[in-house]
Nanobody, 122 residues
């Protein structure tokens, strides 16, 4: 079993900063691409940022220049530094990971965390 657990959400004023963290635990070989997604009430879940195991990153246009994704492969953790937060960034943020759970034959599965709430007051 693989678990992804997020932390770091909370309430912040517009213009403020928050740092989200996600840790992977359980039995697995390695974690490949990891990412953050968010879902606001009444909206579809959307990509925020992803990071490959080699460190390559991808950001939604709406967060470029404000959010920074990073990871520590040795610890199987990922973080999202969110600066200059806007009311429209308020959502539940989910950690996502593509995890190699078996080598022979190779098998990768996708896992989601339970999410952490980010609230931005104007």
């Amino acid at each position: 079993q693989v678990q992804l657990v997020e932390s770091g959400g909370g309430l912040v004023q517009a213009g403020g900063s928050l740092r989200l963290s996600c840790g992977a635990s359980g039995t697995f070989i390695r974690v490949n691409t990891m990412g953050w997604y968010r879902q606001a009430p009444g909206k579809q879940r959307e990509l925020v940022a992803t990071i490959g195991s080699g460190g390559s990153t991808n950001y939604a246009d709406s967060v470029k220049g404000r959010f920074t994704i990073s990871r520590d492969n040795a610890k199987n953790t990922m973080s999202l530094q969110m600066n200059s937060l806007k009311p429209e960034d308020a959502a539940r943020y989910y950690c996502n990971g593509r995890v190699v759970v078996r080598l022979t034959p190779p098998y990768e599965d996708e896992y989601w965390g339970q999410g952490t709430q980010v609230t931005v007051s104007s």
